[in-house]
């Protein structure tokens, strides 16, 4: 049986000094501890057998990607299915006590918190996420693939795949920055889900991630 891993790696720290969740916003680049946390991890998959890299098409993970693809002499394969989850508070201040969430404006966008009702369905997200892990694996097939993208969709397609209920507390997500949340298969059954932080554990809450 052919053995396959699917690295579905979270973006490095982006530099973001005005604390806004940028979402799907063009510009937002990593900062220099995303930078290093990014060489960290391509340092960490240097003897993996890594023959295909792909990305979101968001800056901060098309520069996440780079040094991992550089290190097995790869190009990074831009996926649209591998984007940040679409949200209504794009471009505003979103943390508790502040910003969006204290203006009663807002309050109607955040009804539903089982869809949710702010931004892309949870069970859209977890099967465009699904299919990216698969077209990963079909390219990589016998080999190993990293899929860099963003905390909620690999949460998401985590929760998907181990069965748990898609709605959650933002607070409790283990999906740190940089980390890798390793699909393993045989064949094309899953068999395995392994995380780990290659570039040390951060807030899942903290600004800039």
Known sequence: ??????????????????????????????????R?????????????????????????????????AGAHGLSIITNDELIEADNVFEGLKVS??????????????????????????????????????????????????????HQLPVYTLRRFLEGQRLWHDPRRRQCSLASLTSLIYEGDALVDIIYSEPAGSSDPLATGA
């Not at 690295?7 to 937002?28: A, K, Q, W």
């Open 1 to 34: 049986m052919t053995n396959t891993i699917v690295h579905m790696m979270r973006h490095g720290e982006v530099h973001n000094p005005d604390g806004i969740l940028y979402g799907r916003l063009p510009g937002f680049r990593l900062s220099d501890s995303g």
């Open 36 to 68: 290093a946390q990014a060489t960290k991890v391509a340092d960490a998959l240097a003897d993996h057998d890594i023959t295909a890299v792909f990305a979101s098409p968001l800056q901060r993970a098309q520069e996440t990607a780079t040094p991992i």
């Open 96 to 149: 508790v006590g502040d910003g969006a969430l204290s203006k009663p404006r807002h309050w109607p966008k955040m009804r539903d918190p089982f869809t949710p009702s702010w931004g892309e369905p949870y069970i859209q997200l977890a099967h465009r996420m699904l299919a990216a892990a698969n077209k990963a694996r079909d390219a990589a097939r016998g080999h190993e693939a990293v899929c860099v993208s």
